[in-house]
């Protein structure tokens, strides 16, 4: 009896010290794997183990860019905590995946680093580092307090804009709750210079292309809020204005179709703020305001066009063309109505190709007016 409670208290304090221990092991692997990452450099303060609930919290993660040629690192993420678990009630329904949770997240892109194949290269090593931390797969994820941001210290004036605030959830991503053709949901809010940013997007997470549905809309951003952006990528700043966006995207089988629609309102390039600006300055600026003015519907003081987007991932079609028709039905004919029309979905992928001529276009009954009945003057 004896040598069995030897044996017993022998395991039991294994088990301590290995639970005392364990934080310290895995904080090592983490750096390790962060250390090893070809052209970043990252670091994590902390690790705290629960075991209770099958999970573990890191501490103030942070992870750079490295310019070996420069000798430069450049902020890339950071991270206040990342909280990485087993989803419990998937485990009801015989699935054993994990839920992951980010809380004030900070993404930080810089004019040099913003080409495409430079965005798919991050986010891709992005998700192999959290792979090598949570090998399961991922049923839930949620960004807490988050932010969005650009910098470019390149232009004249320097560029530094982001979007805040940012709530994230998606959940259903490995179809544990397989109900619908598209059963992952995902929703995110977040505020953009005094306006709200919102996306409801439904998909399927696991399909090999593109399979989703989706809906966004910005409304109330204050556009001198960005004149630092304006005038340096546009040489303008704008005195007063108002921007709501809206747009609809659906995809299936490798082609999308969907519109982005940009409202403008009570836009004021040209004031007495501008008395001091340079001549040709104030000429660019007077031609910007001139045009807004020619475009803008008086009644409802707002200048609007809406852009048809279809074809497929690797041949994107913009309607330039119907954009312009409704840049001129929302000057003289119609006001464009913003809201999200509720137009777009799955069944319309292949069907939503606008073949009509210029003029058919643009004398044709509005069907996003929304009751409207008479033209604008």
């Known amino acids: 009896m004896k040598k069995k409670y030897k044996v017993l208290l022998v395991v039991v304090l294994t088990l301590v ?17 962060l250390s090893s990452m070809a052209g970043y450099y990252g670091k994590i303060e902390d ?16 992870l750079n860019k490295v310019d070996l040629k420069k000798n430069l690192q450049t902020p890339f993420i950071s991270i206040k905590t ?4 087993v989803e419990w ?14 809380v004030e997240p900070i993404l930080l892109f810089t004019k040099d680093k913003t080409e495409l194949e430079e965005v798919k290269k991050d986010t891709s090593d992005f998700r192999e580092l959290l792979k090598s931390f949570m090998p399961l797969k991922i049923n839930r994820f949620e960004i807490i307090d988050g932010k969005l941001q650009y910098v470019d210290k390149t232009s004249s004036p320097n560029v530094d804009i982001s979007m805040d605030k940012t709530y994230l959830l998606a ?16 929703f995110m809010k977040a505020l953009v210079y005094e306006g709200t940013f919102v996306v409801n997007l439904k998909l399927d997470a696991l399909s ?3 399979l989703f549905d989706m809906n966004a809309k910005l409304e109330n951003t204050h556009l001198p809020y960005l004149n630092d952006f304006f005038k340096a990528y546009a040489n303008i700043d704008i005195n007063k204005g108002v921007l709501d966006v809206y747009a609809e995207v659906a995809a299936k089988e490798g082609k999308f179709t969907g519109y982005v629609k940009p409202v403008i309102k009570d836009l004021d390039v040209v004031g007495p703020e501008d008395r001091d600006d340079k001549f040709l300055d104030k000429v660019w600026e007077n031609l910007v305001g001139f045009v807004g003015f020619v475009v803008e519907n008086r009644k409802k003081d707002q200048v609007a066009t809406k852009i048809p987007l279809n074809g497929d991932f690797g041949n994107v079609e913009v309607g330039t063309t119907s954009a312009i028709v409704y840049l001129l039905r929302n000057a003289f004919i119609q006001a464009i109505f913003p809201s ?3 137009q ?27 009751g409207s009945k008479s033209p604008a003057k």
């Open 47 to 62: 690790i705290d183990i629960s075991l209770y609930r099958g999970a573990y919290t890191i501490d103030s993660l942070y």
């Open 208 to 210: 090999d292309k593109p």
């Open 344 to 370: 777009i979905s799955l069944s319309n992928v292949d069907k939503n190709k606008d073949d009509k001529g210029f003029l058919k276009k643009l004398f044709e009954k509005d069907k996003d007016s929304k």
């Open 17 to 33: 010290v290995f639970r005392l221990f364990l934080p310290a092991i895995v904080l090592h692997y983490a750096n390790k794997e």
């Open 89 to 102: 009630r998937s485990l009801l329904k015989g699935r054993i995946v994990g839920e992951l949770e980010f």
């Open 82 to 85: 990342i909280d990485l678990s």
């Open 171 to 186: 959940s259903n991503l490995s179809s544990v709750e397989d109900t619908a053709i598209l059963p992952s949901v995902v």
């Open 340 to 342: 999200i029309d509720n």
